[in-house]
Structures are given as structure tokens and as C-alpha cells.
């Protein structure tokens, strides 16, 4: 069992920055990766990024150079740092590692 919990939304005007994080506790192995994906209304989830336990990392082609995954190993923690926010940014971040996804953090940007 895995649980996962993300923290850091809020709102923030377009152009501005938010870190969001994911604490990962239980059965957690140093081989898994681990996931951001968002769901904004009316729409399906859709993958934001993914890093590897060696570091790899991969990005939607609507977040890359403006959002960055980054992990700490010995803490079990994931981050987000997402900078020159927009309003389609919009969405309910979550966090995912396997078949395990945390509840989700909100994410507004808006003037």
C-alpha cells in the first residue's frame, strides 16, 4: 500500500509561479517512477510529467520549459515547480507512483 499526498496549489495570477509537492509514504521501491498529471474541468486527465528513479524526466509539450519534475530519493518526495503560469494551467494536479494517486491539489490561474 502507497499513499501519496500533494500540497502547494492555491491561486496565482497568469505569469506567476507555484511549487507543489507529493510526500509518498508505504511500500515504495527506489526503481518506480513517479507522475504529475492534471484534470481540468470537463476535460480527461492528461500526463504533465514524469521523472525516473535516475533522474529521466519527460514533459507535455504544453508545460515544457516552464515546468520542471524533480525528486528527493531519501525523503520519498516529488515536486513540481511550475513557473510563467496560464490560464490553461488550470486544473487538479495529482500525483501518481504505479497504480496509486494521491487526492489531488487545485491549481487556479487567474487574474
Known amino acids: 500500500q502507497v499513499q501519496l499526498v500533494e500540497s502547494g496549489g492555491g491561486v496565482v495570477q497568469p505569469g506567476g509561479s507555484l511549487r507543489l509537492s507529493c510526500a509518498a509514504s508505504?511500500?515504495?521501491?527506489?526503481?518506480?517512477?513517479m507522475g504529475w498529471y492534471r484534470q481540468a474541468p470537463g476535460k480527461q486527465r492528461e500526463l504533465v510529467a514524469v521523472?525516473?528513479?535516475?533522474?529521466?524526466?519527460r514533459y507535455a509539450d504544453s508545460v515544457k520549459a516552464r515546468f520542471t519534475i524533480s525528486r528527493d530519493l531519501p525523503k520519498n518526495t516529488m515536486y513540481l515547480q511550475m513557473t510563467n503560469l496560464k490560464p490553461d494551467d488550470t486544473a487538479v494536479y495529482f500525483c501518481?507512483?504505479?497504480?496509486?494517486w494521491g487526492q489531488g491539489t487545485q491549481v487556479t490561474v487567474s487574474s
Open positions: 508505504g511500500r515504495i521501491f527506489s526503481a518506480d517512477a
Open positions: 521523472i525516473t528513479n535516475g533522474g529521466i524526466t
Open positions: 501518481t507512483i504505479r497504480i496509486y
